[in-house]
């Protein structure tokens, strides 16, 4: 019994999100994704990041802005509640950016220390690439496919790192 009721607690949070996370995904057979952003993040999208927006201007958006007026007549409240639970999700983390090109710059960015943070790394090539993920204390790879979008949570070190992909680097900085 307690066990249940312990899981129950561990689990209601991740469970709303993800069916936020999902509506965002799917929604109108395109989702909000398709015009924001696979992770809310604008990704250079006609929506923009809407990462963390309230529901006032979701509404507001579903309203006047005429490219989401179909969307408005499909999605009931419970629906708007839900995808702006998964966009306050999204905005409580501090987000990275990483695009890789064909060019060979080192980007920066900067980290808050020791905060929950989101990554999002963009392929921008033709080929498959594979992200090393240890620098951040994560025992990982993440792998994105040709011109694909992948996202990983991660809490930010105390320090400065670096990633690194075919000779691409990006160097995430703390202020110490
Ligand atoms: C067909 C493209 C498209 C789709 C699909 C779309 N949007 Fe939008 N959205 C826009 C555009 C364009 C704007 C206006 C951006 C601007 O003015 O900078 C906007 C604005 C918004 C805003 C207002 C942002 C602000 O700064 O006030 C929110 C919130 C928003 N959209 C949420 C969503 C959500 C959630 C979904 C999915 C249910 C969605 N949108 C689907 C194109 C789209």
Known sequence: MLLTAY???VYA????NALGENLYLTIGGYGC???HGKYANGAGNVGGNIRGASLEQFNHALENEPTMQLLSDVLVPEQRGLIVQ???SLGAMPLVEWSIGEDT???????IPKQLSQLVVKND???AIAVDLSPLAINQTLH????DTQAVQFIAPAF???LQVNGQALQLLVNE
């Open 125 to 127: 090539t033709l080929v």
């Open 86 to 88: 998964y966009l306050a």
């Open 144 to 147: 994105i496919e040709p011109l």
């Open 7 to 9: 899981a129950n607690l």
């Open 105 to 111: 710059d080192i980007k920066a960015q900067q980290l």
């Open 33 to 35: 994704a398709a015009c």
């Open 13 to 16: 949070e991740p469970n709303e």
């Open 160 to 162: 400065s790192v670096s």
